[in-house]
């Protein structure tokens, strides 16, 4: 998927930056397309779009950028029952059902702790796959291209609003 050089970079990072830039930070774009962040860091205003994090981080900025729902009707080939199957291929678990990783096999349980850990980390629990874990984790698995500068950006948001 083109990922490798995110997970290989090796910064120090300084903890009251951090803290700053997430505690400033806010969505600027109108468009849900596109995303522009804008947040300030000792006096400096930085503004960035998901295309330059995808150049920055030298991931590509393309595919689709579904965060967070149930149902994407950007991407007709993620039927979410289907999706579901790939990794619990129980027939009885359906979209409304909870979805615990306990039922996942060692590849796919993996891939989950990587995923919510280390491509979009979230706080909280890890015990059951959310929407966006699944969603993910089945572009991985299937190779179809997932625009991860975007996703990265709306989990950016995210976190910064909690």
């Not at 393309?62 to 291929?89: A, H, M, N, W, Y």
Request: with cysteine; hydrophobic share 35%.
């Amino acid at each position: 998927l083109g990922w490798k050089d995110y997970f290989t970079i090796n910064i120090s990072y300084y903890v009251d930056l951090v803290k700053e830039f997430y505690s400033n930070m806010f969505n600027t774009s109108v468009d849900c397309d596109k995303l522009e962040i804008k947040t300030k860091v000792s006096k400096n205003v930085i503004k960035f779009d998901d295309n330059l994090l995808g150049e920055i981080l030298s991931v590509p900025a393309s595919g689709s950028k579904c965060f967070e729902t149930k149902k994407c009707l950007e991407d007709p080939e993620l039927v979410l029952e289907d999706c579901l199957r790939v990794f619990i291929p129980n027939e009885n678990m359906f979209g409304g059902m909870a979805k615990p990783t306990n039922l996942l096999g060692v590849e796919h349980g993996l891939l989950h702790h990587i995923v919510p850990t280390h491509v979009l980390p979230t706080s909280g629990g890890h015990e059951k796959m959310s929407y966006q874990d699944l969603y993910t984790m089945w572009h991985v698995l299937t190779g179809k291209p997932l625009h991860f500068p975007h996703l990265i950006m709306k989990n950016m948001l995210t976190a910064s609003s909690k």
